[in-house]
């Protein structure tokens, strides 16, 4: 099912996983390389030393890769299922500000993606994203095994 940004956008800002843990899609790229996301620091999800609790944060790395990879594919004819298959997070820092997260799928991603889905019919590929706060200091990181498979019934076209 192909999406407009926008509508992933309003879709992704009424998710009740994301909403109640105040996780804000910010922008999306139109062909979709990119997403930005802000994890507010507010009172719904301090912990006891008043900075973002660690689930919100690792909350906020889980689907954006999946969904720009789906979309892409998506807008280019291709119907595949795409998910977060595993993931590592290393707190660096506490989060005492609103935290920025940029997703990206580069072009080697996208290749690399078009030749395991054509070969093998899925493909499985470490991701990486941080989280930065308001002065610029990461203060998460995490790696993230996104899998996509064709949909049942449908091989690669590319």
Same mark, same amino acid.
């Given at each position: ?64 890769? !999946?969904? &720009? ?6 807008? @280019?004819?291709?119907?595949?299922? /795409?998910?977060? +298959? =595993?993931?590592? #997070? ?24 078009? !030749?395991? &889905? ?6 499985? @590929?470490?991701?990486?994203?941080? /989280?930065?706060? +308001? =002065?610029?200091? #990461? ?20």
């Amino acid at each position: 099912m192909k999406f407009r940004p926008w509508q992933i956008k309003w879709m992704l800002s009424l998710f009740p996983p994301l909403l109640f843990s105040r996780v804000q899609v910010m922008a999306i790229a139109n062909d979709f390389s990119w997403a930005e996301i802000r994890v507010k620091h507010s009172i719904f999800n301090k912990n006891l030393q008043k900075t973002i609790f660690g689930g919100t944060i690792f909350s906020a790395f889980d689907p954006f890769h !999946a969904i &720009l990879f789906w979309q892409i594919f998506a807008h @280019r004819g291709q119907k595949l299922e /795409a998910w977060l +298959k =595993s993931a590592s #997070i290393d707190y660096k820092k506490p989060a005492a500000s609103d935290l920025l997260i940029r997703f990206e799928i580069t072009a080697d991603d996208m290749l690399a993606a078009e !030749a395991g &889905l054509k070969s093998d019919g899925k493909f499985e @590929r470490w991701m990486t994203a941080q /989280a930065i706060d +308001k =002065s610029g200091n #990461i203060c998460a990181e995490a790696r993230l095994l996104v899998y996509l498979r064709n949909f049942k019934g449908h091989s690669a076209n590319f």
